[in-house]
């Protein structure tokens, strides 16, 4: 320490003079005294092993730091095996399904990493039968097992840029297992109730209303939901003063299930199945399958148990002295953005569970949602059916972490504020259908990378939707809008791409003459609803709309707070 005290300022000038006399090495002459490889492999050695242990603290800590970086480093250095393997064992060891989807996701980043530029699209069918066995051991719960096939798998296709994509679809199909068993979790919190079966023939319907997603969506998104935390404020809405969305069902004598889905009430356009044996409802997982989701529900709502050894005749006369004939219908256009087969979902597994004699409150019916939808394979969050299944004005939460549990709280406002939204709200279909799903590919792969962008922003999504929970609490039409925009620039940045050219233009024609605006569910299409500055403002929004070039197909519709939510009836043969 001495030797260098004069860089201080040290008064004695003896220091300086010791230093100048003392005996030095050129960089060219402490390199010939190195084994530079061998100094060059040390390096590489500590940074591989740094890497892997901040892999592992990264993951089980269920830390937000991204891991592209080292990703990308471990590639550079060609030691994507090693990472690979750290990722294995990461997967395989943790009791957590949230922790193992992630590091699933990370071995199919690492090798569209290895793969560059040169192997296609990472979005595409995971389907191959060569990883059949190891996506049946995640499917029965047998994850160590599970990995281990896909690592053995995972081999034979590391020799080309192509099969490398492909090898990282399948990953990303795997982890998409993990996630539908981690939001499963939620069927805790679902408890249903025997209270004797309804007369035969005799109707039971079940009615909700859409839903308008005003702040925090995406947040309530799987594993975004159990691994941050959400929060959503949602609106259950009358669309020209009809709550669009229903079911209806009945037993009957014939042990057999009949669907009918509509339109409309009125039955138009009705696709019609019967499903006589246990067979016709093996396409329930298939979500583009005619009646899918009606299939699901059954299975999910236990009247049908499914696979079973017990023929489907006799497993309805013995449970229920016959069949059922359910009916569905939805006057919203497909790609609505308004939660409609979520809360379609609602509507039949509420109906359902009535004519098969039980009974069950909103809060275990949100979860059944939750869990039919895995068992149907959309995945999906929980915000569509807090919307449409709880009345009026609500904000959702769900806490970081597993068992998955939402939790709903009607946010109080007075009827003359109700009214007074009603007066601001309008709803206009832009002509565009909404496609999400590869939306949701491409915000799932971003989040589990933890890109910086993607992190704050759904940290803001949260706070976002807590500050318009108090600007409706406030009464504060123009606060809500600022919260709205607000939330529309959030969407933007969570899915970039969800905004159509044509939707851009409509929405900068009507911007002079709202307080906020934003496309419905995920964007890319479906409708979009205004608050407007001035209130019933149905015809002038329609004059501006008509008088603009190149918008399309439009529409615009009266919307109002419903306060009733679901509505099950019953009725008579």
Known sequence: MEDVLWLLGHESGQYLRKWQSAWRL????????????????????????????QVQSILHARKDNSLCPLIKAAVCEGQEQQILHTLDTVAASTKDLGIAARALACVADVLGCVAGRQGGL???PAANRAWTEAFSLLESGNVVRGVEKLTEERGKWLNRPDRL????????????ILIRQA???????????????????????AECPARIDISGGWSDTPPITYEHGGVVVDIAVLVDKLKPI??????????????????????????????????DLKDYCQPHAPGALLKAAFICTQIIQYPSQIPLRDQLMAGFGGGFELHTWSSLPHGSGMGTSSILAGAVAAALISAAGKSCDTTSLIHVVLHLEQILTTGGGWQDQVGGLV???KIGRSKPQLPLRVDVERIPVTDEFVKTLNDHLLLVYTGKTRLARNLLQDVLRNWYARLPSIVHNTHALVRNAEECAQAFMKGDISWIGQCLNTYWQQKKCMAPGCEPLAVREMMTILQPHVHGQSLAGAGGGGFLYLLTRKPCQKETIERILRGSEGLGNFSVHEVEVDETGLSVCATGP
């Open 391 to 393: 009345p009026g004005i």
């Open 122 to 124: 990472r979005s595409g």
């Open 165 to 176: 994509v492909r090898a990282a679809r399948h990953y990303e199909g795997a982890e998409q």
């Open 26 to 53: 050129s960089m060219r002459e402490i390199l010939s005294c190195l084994d530079q490889q061998a100094e060059l492999a040390w390096r590489q050695q500590l940074f591989l092993a740094q890497a892997q242990h």
């Open 246 to 279: 229903g079911a209806k069902v009945r037993r009957i004598k014939e042990p057999k299930l009949h669907l009918v889905m509509s339109r409309g009430r009125e039955q138009e356009m009705a696709v019609e199945i019967s499903c006589q044996c246990l067979e």
């Open 183 to 205: 939001v499963m979790s939620a069927r805790e919190f679902i408890s249903i109730r025997e209270v004797g079966l309804p007369p035969m023939n005799h109707w039971v319907v």
